[in-house]
């Protein structure tokens, strides 16, 4: 690992640090520039793993610590986290990280936003529309039924069995959360 990266990695590691630290008000002056800093050093062509990990472990503590720094711009980090998680390959330890992150970032947001995010995913992966569901109140299901179904019934038109079969259990896990 060249110095640049160790470097870049042992800054994000303290940031994380001076996350669980700092109050609020530094956080609520500096914590867009700390997060736009750890989202480049996340995504950045050619970074090494240590620095995608000390980004994630940063962006974590700030969810944890100060989740208004982030949650105006959920979207952006979770577009980010699902950038890097696509590119991951096989790497079991960073997509491990990234979900975790995904997972404290949708919590400190509005289930329904949440799901939002999510949605665009479900194609791929039919598993977090689950998570999300189960978030919401059956009347906010309800109330957004046309949004929540739509790509549902997309995957039920599919060509793959797979799809087609997490499509069928999507609708089912809806059914149980609504009900009659």
Known sequence: MTDDWSREASTLRALAAAAKDEDDETWRSQGGRVLILALNALTASGAVHEVQEASILCIQEMILHHPSCVADYAEVVASKFFEVFARAGPDRKLTTSLARALDQLLASIDALRALEILLPQVSQNFGLLAAALRRLRSEQILEHLDIIVAPIIGAAESDSA??????????VDLYL???E
Not at 162 to 171: D, G, H, Q, T, Y
């Open 162 to 171: 797979e799809m087609r079969k997490a499509a069928i259990f999507s609708l």
């Open 177 to 179: 959360i609504v009900g």
